[in-house]
């Protein structure tokens, strides 16, 4: 069993930054994707950004383009993501998710994300 769970939330105003964590115990980040989510309220869950195995590469949604950040220590079982420049519309609950146990050769980096950890709420005041 995986267990992701995220940290770094808060509220903010806009221009400021956030270093959300997601600490995966044990996994592999050389052989499972994982990703961030996140879900505003009354949206649909969106895609934020996605690091692949090493078989493939960082995918970011054009809305955190140039301003999101994802990384990985893979000797902490740990990824982050570093979010610059802030805006309102960023508002929303954060989720890591990991692929797991789907080892992938192709770079299809968002799909078959099945273990989700908690999520971890963003404010960005208005």
């Known amino acids: 069993q995986v267990q992701l769970v995220e940290s770094g939330g808060g509220l903010v105003q806009p221009g400021e930054s956030l270093r959300l964590s997601c600490e995966a115990p044990?996994?592999?980040?050389?052989?499972?994707?994982i990703g961030w989510f996140r879900q505003a309220p009354g949206k649909e869950r969106e895609r934020v950004a996605c690091?692949?195995?090493?078989?493939?590469?960082?995918s970011y949604a054009d809305s955190v383009k140039g301003r999101f950040t994802l990384t990985k220590d893979k000797a902490k079982y740990t990824v982050y993501l570093q979010m610059n420049n802030l805006k309102p519309e960023d508002t929303g609950v954060y989720y890591c998710?990991?692929?797991?146990?789907?080892?992938?050769?192709?770079?299809?980096?968002?799909?078959?994300?099945?273990?989700w950890g908690e999520g971890t709420l963003v404010t960005v005041s208005s």
């Open positions: 998710a990991t692929d797991y146990p789907i080892i992938k050769v192709s770079d299809a980096c968002w799909e078959g994300m099945d273990h």
């Open positions: 044990g996994l592999s980040l050389d052989h499972y994707a």
């Open positions: 690091a692949s195995n090493n078989a493939g590469s960082t």
